[in-house]
């Protein structure tokens, strides 16, 4: 990899392409430990399963009913439409909490959960189901929309 270090005196080329392997290497050090700071995700945090939502003017409807994520009480599911993406989490028999999943520290989409918190990949700020800071970086809550159970579609206008 440096074989120019066997030479005395390296051609540039053979200078530029060690710099570059270095630097990459460094890269991926860093990404890969980015996890252990203070700031960044929970290494514990899991995907939440996406479910698909139609949407109709500004009102999006959604499947909760069997084989859906949302079926039973404290079931979580993204749902990503045309007017944006949102975190769905079955509170009770008739009732979904829907709050955006857009991290109010930076934009990030929230994808994620870690116990019963909502995790944002990027920076590791952590939401409660009602979509208040549980942890920073971000330091306002995730807007909520209120939302209506009927049957086995619950519905709500973004």
Do not use: W, Y
């Not at 252990?36 to 929970?42: E, H, L």
């Amino acid at each position: 990899m440096f074989k120019f270090l066997e030479t005395s005196t390296p051609t540039r080329r053979q200078f530029c392409a060690c710099c570059t392997k270095a630097a990459g290497l460094m890269a991926l050090g860093a990404a890969a430990g980015c996890g252990g700071s203070p700031t960044g995700p929970s290494s514990n945090a899991q995907s939440l399963p996406s479910v698909s939502g139609t949407v109709s003017g500004r009102t999006v409807s959604v499947s909760i009913g069997a084989g859906s994520p949302l079926a039973s009480t404290g079931g979580m599911a993204t749902t990503s439409t045309s007017i944006g993406t949102f975190l769905l989490t079955r509170t009770d028999a008739t009732s979904v909490k829907v709050l955006t999943a857009t991290c109010t520290h930076e934009g990030c989409t929230v994808d994620r959960f870690s116990g019963s918190q909502f995790v944002c990949p990027c920076h590791g700020s952590e939401f409660t189901t009602a979509g208040a800071v549980a942890k920073g970086p971000a330091n306002r809550s995730l807007q909520s929309f209120s939302s209506q159970v009927n049957g086995d579609v619950a519905t709500f206008t973004a």
